[in-house]
């Protein structure tokens, strides 16, 4: 009996220890964070198949994270999480394309679906982008960095021309040849096979032919129009040449400014006396203001009767020219003589809208009824429209003035006052002329001054090759420009009586290295361009508020280099205005006002560094303190003196009790003396 009661003591002992081993183990149990699969696949669908492949990689083989698509054509990148725990994932996508479809599959798997476009922000001019994948069990996270690079498709530009014109022999044909490319290039046009008597110029795009009668015929002309890209387009004219008519009206073509009054000829040939004509034209009254009629010194200017009126029709003014060279008194004036010249003068003042800039401008005959654009002879003979030639002309609005990019018109194309000049322009603090207007064009899309211009201009300055040189610039101001080496950064200070409004920095060198370049606190708010072309690394500086980059009290920006040899620096007034640049260098100098930088990474898990700089030239009382969103005080990370110089300081993501704070939004501020600077971090578990 007391042997088996025995047993059964033992038994339950052994029964209670399993017990708590197995409470114990499960309390031991953490719970742990999703994890991202190393494949990432990119598919890649061609607007002309719609048929999707995989582009880098396969569904078996693929553990890429950067992806590439052409302009306009669909990428798809899909991604996946699981949970070592069984949990449920859900996911997320952070710094995505506005026009991106992000679709969380429930399965722990996400697809991005982006076409980027051919210009703008989010094409191929904005390479790489950056995504940040999240994947979240709910109380713990991971990210997958994924970059994708757009390649630029180049699309061919388009021809716009006449496809078929008549002129008769002994007579000159006139028409303009345009050429618009989609992807915002500049464009050259070129005549393949033109008449040995013709002549093309490729700036305004006129094209000029007086045919003879051994030309009488049809004539094909091929234009062609190719981007810098290797695009090409062809388009043909057809001309037909006609024999010389017996009697020919032709409107002259000039030349003028915007905003000038132009003159032009209406000239006529005949090989018969002419002692009378009824001329009507029509011209567009938005962009010429009517002046009058003249036959001073013309072949009609002794005519005994001559009038004109104007009339509207429709959205056209027309000109009722009627002249007579004999009227029945006792004053006898000869006819006109078979001959060729002006009989009259039409005189218009010229708009000043710069979108017209570079276009030609018809001048017209108009045939309201058949008397209409008719002569007679000293006899009285009529003579009707079909035996009379009619040559249109018009006006080239002052397509030889234009220097694209030129926006500040200092006669230098493409530097930082033009940016600077047609930011302020877009801000609203600013006007611009209307040749500045015109120049304004940069990307040559026929519309003046826009946003996209500015993209452009940007675009150019910063993938340049040239900046201009200080001393070849006599127009502005003196500014010193102050560089400074100190242990762990360099520093590039302003000092000008006058505002600054932007800067470009060129860094010269063979295998040079430009890193960590950071605007100071005052210079946040600027926007900043950089780009490594060859041996050059550019920085554009400048804001599109106009607002003036900080000076003297603190540097522009700091940054580090290895195997830098010269620096240029081109600076512009808030107007764009370039200012003559004194360059000194200075060693060991720490920089005179206290920064706080932007912590990195940024999301981060778990810990995030800050770095900070105190100036002076004595120990001051230092204090960094980390704060949530409601204000309340996390962790002071510093309190104390500290010497001039660069410090960083690690947060490990816990409170002053040693205890994980959660995810979300928090602040760090800084505070030395009178200086007080705070930003914002996010943690992401």
């Keep these: 009996m ?15 220890n399993s017990t708590l081993t197995f409470a114990v183990e499960a309390d031991l149990r953490t719970n742990l964070p999703p994890v991202f699969d190393p494949g990432v696949y990119c598919y890649v669908i061609e607007p002309d198949t719609l048929q999707f492949g995989p582009q880098g990689g396969s569904l078996e083989g693929g553990t890429f994270t950067t992806c590439y698509v052409g302009e306009s054509e669909i990428l798809e990148v899909y991604v996946h999480a699981t949970d070592p725990d069984g949990d449920s994932v859900s996911i997320s996508v952070l710094n995505a394309p506005p026009t991106a479809l992000f679709s969380d599959l429930g399965d722990g798997g996400a697809s991005l679906i982006w076409a980027p476009e051919f210009t703008g922000p989010w ?3 904005q390479n790489p982008f950056e995504l940040f994948f999240v994947a979240s069990d709910g109380s713990l996270s991971c990210q997958l960095q994924v970059m994708i690079n757009v390649i630029n498709v180049n699309r061919n530009p388009e021809l716009i021309l006449p496809e078929s014109s008549q002129v008769a022999a002994g007579y000159e044909l006139v028409f303009q040849v345009r050429a618009e490319d989609p992807d915002l290039e500049e464009i050259a046009i070129s005549a393949l096979n033109p008449p040995s008597q013709a002549s093309f110029n490729q700036g305004s795009g006129m094209f000029c032919w007086a045919p003879q009668l051994a ?18 387009c062809f388009k043909e004219a057809h001309i037909r040449v006609t024999p010389p008519p017996t009697y020919s009206l032709s409107l002259g073509v000039e030349e003028s400014l915007l905003g000038s009054i132009v003159n032009v000829p209406i000239d006529l040939v005949n090989s018969d006396p002419i002692a009378g004509m009824e001329l009507l034209i029509q011209f567009d009254p938005t962009v010429f203001t009517f002046l009058g009629v003249s036959g001073q010194g013309s072949r009609t200017e002794n005519w005994e009767y001559s009038v004109y009126r104007e009339k509207t029709w429709g959205l056209y003014q027309l000109i009722k020219i009627v002249g007579i060279a004999d009227t029945p008194d006792q004053i006898v004036t000869a006819p006109l003589l078979p001959d060729s010249g002006t009989i009259a003068y039409l005189s218009f003042k010229v708009t000043t809208d710069p979108y017209l800039n570079g276009l030609l401008i018809p001048l017209e005959f108009f045939s309201f009824d058949f008397t209409d654009n008719t002569l007679s002879t000293p006899r009285g003979q009529f003579i009707p429209q079909e035996n009379v030639d009619l040559n249109n002309g018009g006006v080239l609005l002052n397509g030889a003035n234009t220097l694209v990019g030129d926006v500040n018109e200092n006669g230098i194309p493409f530097e930082v006052g033009d940016a600077v000049r047609l930011a302020a322009y877009l801000s609203g603090t600013i006007t611009l002329s209307p040749q500045q207007m015109i120049n304004a064009d940069v990307n040559q899309d026929g519309r003046m001054a826009t946003l996209a211009d500015l993209i452009f201009l940007i675009r150019h300055i910063v993938e340049g090759k040239t900046v201009p040189e200080g001393e070849d610039v006599t127009s502005g ?13 360099t520093w590039v200070w302003l000092d000008c009586d006058k505002p600054v409004g932007g800067a470009l920095v060129i860094f010269e060198g063979e295998s040079m290295k430009v890193e960590n370049l950071q605007l100071s606190p005052g210079a946040q708010d600027l926007d900043l361009y950089t780009s490594q072309v060859g041996d050059q690394f550019r920085v554009l500086i400048f804001s599109p508020q106009a607002k003036p980059l900080p000076a003297r009290a603190e540097p522009l920006f700091s940054f580090q280099e290895e195997g830098v040899d010269t620096i240029q620096i081109s600076l512009a007034d808030q107007e764009g205005k370039l200012l003559l640049v004194d360059q000194k260098y200075e060693s060991s100098c720490l920089p005179a006002k206290f920064s706080l930088y932007q912590n990195y990474p940024n999301p981060f898990n778990p810990s995030t560094c800050i770095q900070y700089f105190v100036g002076g030239d004595k120990p001051v009382k230092v204090s960094l303190k980390i704060y949530n969103v409601v204000g309340q005080l996390v962790k002071t990370l510093v309190d104390e003196e ?5 410090y960083e300081e690690m947060w ?9 704070v959660a995810s979300g939004v928090y602040f760090y501020k800084l505070k030395i003396s009178d200086y007080v600077e705070t930003k914002r971090m996010v943690l992401l578990k």
């Design 123 to 125: 094409s191929s001019a």
């Design 2 to 16: 007391k042997k088996g009661l025995f047993l059964k003591y033992i038994i339950s002992i052994l029964w209670l």
């Design 477 to 489: 101001q003196l500014a010193e420009v102050r560089i400074t080496d100190g242990d762990f950064q």
């Design 215 to 232: 030309d009488t015929g049809w004539w094909s002309v091929t234009f062609q129009a190719t981007d810098p890209s290797g695009g090409v």
């Design 652 to 660: 490990d993501s816990k409170n002053e009790k040693n205890e994980d």
């Design 642 to 646: 500290k010497s001039p110089g660069e």
